[in-house]
C-alpha cells in the first residue's frame, strides 16, 4: 500500500492552519477534529478532506483518516495525555514513517525517546522565535 496521505489530527488554530498549508503545497491532506465547529478554522484555500470524529478510536483512525496510508501525521490537540497516545499508536500499530505530536508539558519528550516521533513544543518554538527576532534587533542597533 501505497504511504501517501498526510494526516492532520486537531482543527485548532495550529493544526488548521499546518492543514491548510500542506494542502496549498498540493499533498494530500486529511484533517480530523471531534468537533465539526473546528474545522471553520480552515482557510478558504484547503482542499483537503476533514473527517469529524474521535483519533483516539482505532475504527476512526483506519476507515475514516485511511491513517494506514499516512506518510505522514502531524498531532496537534490541546491535550499532551492524547496525543501522545495517538503518536504512540501511529509509531506502534500503524508505521508511519513521520509523526509529530504538539506538546505543552517539555517533559512528555521522555515518553517519545527512543521512537521516531518529533515533538512540537509551541513555548520553545516561541521563545527561539522570539530570542532569534530580539538578536537581530539588538544587532542592527549597534551597528548605528
Do not use: W
Amino acid at each position: 500500500m501505497k504511504k501517501n496521505k498526510i494526516v492532520v489530527i486537531g482543527s485548532g488554530r495550529l493544526g488548521a492552519s499546518i492543514a491548510a498549508m500542506l494542502s496549498n503545497e498540493g499533498n494530500d491532506v486529511l484533517i480530523i477534529d471531534k468537533d465539526g465547529t473546528s474545522f471553520r478554522k480552515l482557510s478558504d484555500t484547503y482542499s483537503g478532506y476533514d473527517v469529524i470524529g474521535d483519533a483516539t478510536d482505532l475504527s476512526i483512525l483506519e476507515n475514516e483518516a485511511l491513517i494506514k496510508e499516512a506518510k505522514e501525521v502531524i498531532i496537534t490537540t490541546d491535550s499532551d495525555n492524547i496525543n501522545l497516545f495517538i503518536a504512540h499508536l501511529c509509531f506502534h500499530i500503524y508505521d508511519v514513517p513521520n509523526i509529530y505530536a504538539r506538546f505543552s508539558d517539555t517533559d512528555k519528550g521522555k515518553l517519545i525517546e527512543n521512537t521516531t516521533i518529533q515533538a512540537i513544543y509551541p513555548f520553545i518554538l516561541s521563545l527561539e522565535q522570539f530570542m532569534s527576532m530580539r538578536g537581530e534587533n539588538h544587532h542592527e542597533n549597534n551597528h548605528r
